[in-house]
């Protein structure tokens, strides 16, 4: 961003006047820690990315065997219908016949009666009666005609009986043949039972299978997404030290042009509207362009809805979750973790009394003892805790006193 010029003038005059001769923060370091972490980031993102078009061949793969099985089961489904149709036919046919059994055994039954009651009925009346029979014919063919009828009643009754038992013979054998068959339909539905159950537990199987490759893939998807928010952090990082040296080459040439050759100015004098910043040890804690304040240090009315006034002890800077929050100056970490009055939050020990804390970052990127640099990223912008937006609240203490952020870091 741009400086206006009368307030670069101005506050190049102020800081020339008053014989201020300090360097330039080297930023060559920091640029290629920047570098080298946007690098490893890029070479986590391509390997996650490897990662998921891999699990995508898996869950494709899985996916078109899952439907190969739900077609095989709709194949075996089906032939278990038809063969327990075929079974029921079977068993009609059966039925259907050993009600003809019954029938000719019945047959069988009657016929045999009345022969045996025919030959009970000669045996009884023994062959006298046969010979009168004989003898009261009135001619010689009359004679032959009676002795001829006798004989075709044994005959008859004894063709009679062989057919029928051949009949039943046949009604006995179609019904073997029908449950023979009826026997292999029922032993073909079985091992179409076992394949259908084996076929739903491998589909069962796969799903689990599908299911789990759905997780990798949404956890790579968010680890991607993760990856990809560091890398944009790291580049908007890098923009802000390119933007920072810009300012930096600027302030050096403003300076020479103006007669003071061999002098530097410390550029954090300066905010990027042109405003006079703190006593030039601290820097801004967002990129340049998060520079409007939403809530100030001190006395404000509640933003939670309480109703009347509530003590804020810093400045409010909204700025779009995963924005990178820089660390003020060099120190050690004093503290960084949750808690529910500020949400993530770091705290930075300065020395000499003098602490900086920043409050309800989504992500902390330091721990507890830990030594930052100027400019380090110390956590990144979010909402956490009793916030009503992602910003960064920024406040100092003093000996334990709270102070005006703006003492500091300007505006």
Aim: one cysteine or more; a negative charge; hydrophobic letters at 30%.
């Amino acid at each position: 961003m741009r400086l206006h010029r009368n307030r670069f003038q101005m506050a190049m005059g102020l800081l020339l006047a008053a014989s201020i001769v300090t360097t330039l923060p080297v930023y060559a370091d920091e640029k290629a820690e920047a570098q080298s972490r946007k690098a490893e980031y890029e070479a986590e993102k391509q390997s996650l990315e490897a990662k998921q078009e891999e699990l995508k061949e898996q869950r494709n793969a899985l996916q078109q065997y899952t439907w190969e099985i739900d077609s095989q089961l709709t194949d075996v489904s089906t032939e278990i219908y038809q063969l327990t149709e075929s079974i029921a036919d079977k068993q009609k046919e059966i039925e259907k016949t050993q009600k003809e059994l019954e029938e000719s055994e019945a047959s069988i039954k009657e016929q045999y009666h009345d022969m045996s009651m025919r030959i009970q009925f000669m045996y009884e009346k023994g062959d006298q009666q046969f010979l009168s029979m004989l003898l009261s014919a009135d001619s010689f063919s009359d004679f032959l005609n009676r002795a001829e009828y006798v004989s075709q009643i044994t005959e008859y009754d004894r063709k009679m009986l062989d057919k029928l038992e051949e009949t039943n013979n046949a009604i006995i054998k179609a019904k073997e043949d029908l449950e023979a068959g009826k026997a292999k339909l029922e032993k073909l539905k079985s091992e179409q039972e076992e394949e259908q159950k084996q076929l739903e537990k491998l589909l069962a199987q796969k799903q689990k299978e599908l299911e789990a490759t759905d997780g990798k893939l949404y956890e790579t998807s968010e680890n991607l997404y993760s990856v990809a928010a560091q890398i944009q952090a790291e580049e908007d990082n890098l923009a802000e030290i390119e933007r920072i040296e810009e300012q930096r080459r600027q302030a050096e040439a403003a300076a020479k042009s103006s007669g003071y050759g061999n002098t530097t100015v410390q550029w954090d004098h300066i905010n990027t509207d042109g405003s006079y910043v703190g006593d030039g040890t601290f820097i801004w804690p967002l990129p340049s362009s998060y520079h409007n304040r939403s809530s100030n240090f001190g006395y404000r009315n509640d933003p939670f809805g309480g109703g009347g006034t509530t003590w804020h002890c810093g400045d409010d800077y909204p700025a779009p979750a995963g924005t990178p929050i820089y660390a003020v100056a060099d120190g050690t970490v004093d503290s960084s973790g949750y808690s529910s009055s500020t949400g993530n939050c770091v705290v930075l020990y300065h020395g000499n009394g003098l602490s900086s804390i920043y409050m309800h970052a989504s992500v902390l990127l330091c721990s507890a003892g830990q030594t930052v640099k100027q400019g380090d990223v110390i956590a990144l912008v979010g909402t956490t805790g009793p916030s009503t937006g992602n910003h960064l609240h920024i406040s100092f203490r003093l000996n334990g006193n709270w102070v005006d952020p703006k003492n500091y870091i300007g505006t």
